[in-house]
T-cell receptor, first 113, second 116 residues
Framework: GENVEQHPSTLSVQEGDSAVIKCTYS??????FPWYKQELGKRPQLIID?????GEKKDQRIAVTLNKTAKHFSLHITETQPEDSAVYFC????????????FGTGTRLKVLA | GAVVSQHPSWVICKSGTSVKIECRSL??????MFWYRQFPKQSLMLMAT?????????EQGVEKDKFLINHASLTLSTLTVTSAHPEDSSFYIC????????????FGPGTRLTVT
């Protein structure tokens, strides 16, 4: 079945440094890739997403890159702040046909002040 | 816009009883809703996809007779955990899809179920 691998499972960075989280998907028909941030006991919140016809997308301190050939995509957070500390999930989905998210296993990011 | 609510936010029940969790899209019509289960420090596991007016599509390994899903209207889906057991204790989260042109799923705040 489809799956999404996510690395690393935990990541600690100093405030102001950059953080990178990587995901690899198995379903070559996937063409939509959202990233969610989830704080403890809260709902996941979309922080950025990318479609397969785009290689990179940026929103202020957050960027996502996609390599369709290699079937992997990455989240980049620059100038990290303590409030960026949370669990981040990547997901892969098809836009047509069977639409559902396949989530990665999550990355617990700690930004040290 | 795009607010999804869940009720209750937490519930404690005894083994053998049934529990119903509601998921509502408050300001949009959700053509499709999803139910996820999340164990502590783990990812979201999709349980089923429900479309208004039709039967839910369950993921492999999810017992449809145990986790009853009803998507009665474009703003309401319910998950009923029947004959609950302690191993059903978990965080259940719903999400909704429906805004025109949007692929994003909007998540509810989750329901923490504890079965004693």
């Amino acid at each position: 079945g489809e799956n999404v691998e996510q690395h690393p499972s935990t990541l600690s960075v100093q405030e102001g440094d950059s953080a990178v989280i990587k995901c690899t998907y198995s379903d070559s028909a996937s063409n939509y890739f959202p990233w969610y941030k989830q704080e403890l006991g809260k709902r996941p919140q979309l922080i950025i997403d990318i479609r397969s016809n785009v290689g990179e997308k940026k929103d202020q301190r957050i960027a996502v890159t996609l390599n369709k050939t290699a079937k992997h995509f990455s989240l980049h957070i620059t100038e990290t702040q303590p409030e960026d500390s949370a669990v981040y999930f990547c997901a892969a989905s098809r836009v047509t046909g069977t639409y559902k998210y396949i989530f990665g296993t999550g990355t617990r990011l700690k930004v040290l002040a | 816009g795009a607010v999804v609510s869940q009720h209750p936010s937490w519930v404690i029940c005894k083994s053998g009883t049934s529990v119903k969790i509601e998921c509502r899209s408050l300001d949009f019509q959700a053509t499709t809703m999803f139910w996820y289960r999340q164990f502590p420090k783990q990812s979201l596991m999709l349980m089923a996809t429900s479309n208004e007016g039709s039967k839910a599509t369950y993921e492999q390994g999810v017992e449809k007779d145990k986790f009853l899903i009803n998507h009665a209207s474009l703003t309401l889906s319910t998950l009923t955990v029947t004959s609950a057991h302690p191993e059903d204790s978990s965080f259940y989260i719903c999400s909704a899809l429906g805004l025109a042109g949007k692929l994003e799923q909007y998540f509810g705040p989750g329901t923490r179920l504890t079965v004693t």
